[in-house]
């Protein structure tokens, strides 16, 4: 059996060994981004979204960070989650800071203006080892960051991610300008994800139409840098991929409509 959690307002209920919860409304969703940020990993754990959640375009804080990430699995259960909104210039920024070691799948993320500096994304700023599954992006986005930003994922993809959609309407975008005063940084931007990590992963069914813009290098229309080792099967791009500001010829050749760079 279930119990609701106190002060949720009917939005967390528990099993009793903990080792589930189900989320009916954004007061539960903030729950679970305060108890993850204090430090319960869910490791071993299931989080169930039970119902579509409006976020109200109100500023939000990601679920997990460098310092205490979601270990856990989320299943949307094909819910939507509308109007993401993150201002400022923090890193590790999305619906989900950090994630590692679980899954995230079944999930429909519906309306994101998303701005940060490193590791900038809709649905995981830092999506690392977990693993992605039956995901959509769609609406209307706007991401804006620094480095390793994409509409789904922004840094270290080092997991398995299959059914990915990103299909918004034609005034959406990435956008990642990398240059800071006279110095040029690796941008590693993409419609998916900005950086995927090296090492015998599958990346399976993935496809956007969201237009991608970046100075310097690494603009791929769905992945900023597609590394050794993984597998590509099924992968389409439609959205515009453009690279500015870059006055090396060798990195103006760093853009793709898959991947920046192989």
């Known amino acids: 059996g279930f119990t609701f959690i106190e002060g949720t307002n009917k939005g967390v209920a ?4 903990k080792k589930e919860y189900r989320i ?6 903030e729950w679970l981004a305060t108890q993850t940020n204090d430090g319960n990993k869910f490791q071993g754990v299931t989080v169930a979204l039970c119902a579509d959640i409006d976020l109200n375009n109100e500023e939000w804080t990601p679920i ?22 993150i201002t400022g210039n923090k890193s590790d920024v999305g ?13 429909v993320v519906e309306n994101a203006k998303v701005s940060g500096y490193l590791n900038v994304a809709v649905v995981a700023g830092t999506p690392y080892t977990s693993k ?11 991401i804006n960051g620094f480095s390793y930003v994409g509409a789904v994922g922004g840094y270290n993809a080092y997991a398995n991610w299959n059914n990915v959609t990103v299909n918004v309407d ?3 975008y990435v956008n990642a300008n990398s240059i800071e005063g006279s110095n040029a940084f690796r941008t590693y931007v993409g419609g998916v994800t900005g950086f995927n990590g090296e090492g015998g992963h599958s990346f399976t069914n993935i496809t956007s139409n969201i237009d991608v813009k970046g100075s310097t290098c690494d603009v791929g229309g769905l992945f900023g840098i597609a590394h050794y080792g993984n597998k590509f099967e099924n992968c389409s791009c439609s959205g515009d991929v453009e690279i500015y500001a870059t006055e090396d010829a060798v990195d103006a050749q760093e853009i793709g409509g898959i991947a920046g760079v192989w």
């Open 14 to 17: 528990e099993r009793a060994d």
């Open 24 to 29: 009916y409304n954004k007061l539960g969703l």
């Open 64 to 85: 997990g960070n460098s310092t205490n990430k979601f270990q856990g699995t989320f299943d949307g259960q094909d819910h939507k989650i509308s109007n993401l909104v």
């Open 95 to 107: 619906l989900f800071g950090f994630t590692t070691n679980g899954e995230i799948k079944n999930l």
């Open 132 to 142: 992605y599954n039956n995901i959509t992006v769609q609406g209307h986005v706007e």
């Open 170 to 172: 034609e005034t959406s």
